[in-house]
């Protein structure tokens, strides 16, 4: 497995059990995660300074990113690993038939 560097993007969430001042504090900082066996075929869900994220082997990669789907506002550990991508199956519903349709989203490792 190769390193990936690691870029904070994270902002202070609205529903915070900490407070501001605490958060940057601790928005810096490294946290164990997961253990590597924990990370498999699913991506895992896990919570850091009150912000959902999602866990996943995408190849040879290990990537960390947080659980939203920027297409459908779904959450990515919802979906599955297909070799270095995390798809989400989505049913759209079309108002005038009721006619469901299946499509797909797609987070996958950009290097």
Known sequence: MSNVSAQSVATFPDNSTFSQTDWNALADMWYPLALEEEVGKKPIAKQVLDIPIVIARLGEEYVVAKDLCVHRGAPLTE?????????????????????????YAVFCLKK
């Open 79 to 103: 979906g599955w690993v297909n070799g270095s991508c995390i798809v989400l199956s989505l049913i759209h519903i079309s108002e005038p038939t009721r006619l469901g349709m299946m499509s």
